[in-house]
């Protein structure tokens, strides 16, 4: 087979990136590890930021997002027994956050593709990349037990986190900035009014709090775990009475209980690879960086990555020019940077950093400090819609 971008990675970074080079008629094979059923089970982000709610609509998939999805204008900040509403819109002139589950967007980006005439390869195994530093590079494959090969002029490396593609990179040339925190969010999905219009982001004592939601009918909570907790550990009513003991009174009463759907723990890890970059190879999304999911960036990040990558091929095979493609890893590697920040600050505001009651009060005080600032609730509000 013979194609121009070889797209390892059906998840939003290659989804995206797949749709946007199709529409502008840019020759295109998806390889994905998994089959369709197995990646929209996982349920993952639920915040999309401007930039991505953008894309989705660039690439033909935003009908659905568009009628479904919750505009939401502010969130909640519960901490010290008290509430502060952050108006993330009024403080950003306008801006707003589009709730709309990360399954939802797959599902709509699988379901363009497949009306398109582009190929997704679902349960390649054995992905291998050949030639990355050369102006042929090639991806090897197997399929029922048959080996194929696939010939073309660039490798986007949309493989996620445990991907095959960053390996590629030689450690000599790989520069990997790693943090990982001693603590996960165990999530629960429930088809129960959410306990709040807007997400609310709790700080408590015993730990991090997370309210959010996916439509008027289904619940996505989080509570802060230990990194060794095991899911088996906690039974739904274990579930829903922590999550009520970290909420305020007025909240807790709120909370409907119901059947899970899904209940998972997920680490949390900072993480970015430097260059994102490696001759013909170029990587996006969880492949190149991980954000702890504080801030609600990595879908964000991934689609940020895809538009720019994007713009690098349009540039290249329309008006013949590689300055673009030339710039993808400085550029993005600025954006990303911001992200990792704001992830990780968010992570250390909110979530119990040990036993000392100490760090406690310190989070306290700049909780109040910042609320009680334009500014300091400015920086919150912009960094949460996303950075220009
Ligand atoms: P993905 O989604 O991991 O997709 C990668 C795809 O590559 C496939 N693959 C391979 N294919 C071929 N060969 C191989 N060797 C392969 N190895 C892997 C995989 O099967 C998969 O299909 O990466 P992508 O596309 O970069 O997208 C990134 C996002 O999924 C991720 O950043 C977000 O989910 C993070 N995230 C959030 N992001 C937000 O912007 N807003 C949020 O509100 C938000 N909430 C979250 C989150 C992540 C969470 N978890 C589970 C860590 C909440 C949680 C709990
Ligand atoms: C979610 O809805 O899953 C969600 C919302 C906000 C976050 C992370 C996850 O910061």
Redesign the pocket.
Known sequence: MKTQVAI????????LLGQLLSKAGIDNII????DKE??LG????????HV?TDLLRQAGAGERMDKEGLVHQGFNLYFNNRCERIDFCKLTGGKTVTVYG?TELTKDLMDVREAGTYQTIYH?KN?ELHDVTTNTPFVT?QKNGEQHRVDCDFIAG???????SRPTIPPEIRNEYEYAYPFG?L?ILADVPPVDEEVVYGHHEDGFVLC?MRSKTRSRY?VQVPIDEKVEDWSEERFWNELKHRLPDELAEKVVTGPALEM?I??LRSFVCEPMQHGSLFL????AH??P?TG???????AG?AKRLFEGFEQFYLHNSRASLNNYSPECLDRVWKAERFSWWMTSLFHKLDDNPFSRKIQQAELEYLTGSEAGKTTIAENFVGLD
């Open positions: 390892i990675g059906s998840g939003p970074a290659g989804l390889i994905e590890a998994q197995y990646i996982r349920i993952r982000a639920g915040v999309l930021e991505t990360q390649a992905v494959y949309c493989d996620g986190f445990h991907g095959v969010w999530g959010s989080y998972s997920a680490p996006a999304g969880d492949s991980i954000v999911p609600a960036k990595g879908l964000n990040l991934a990555d």
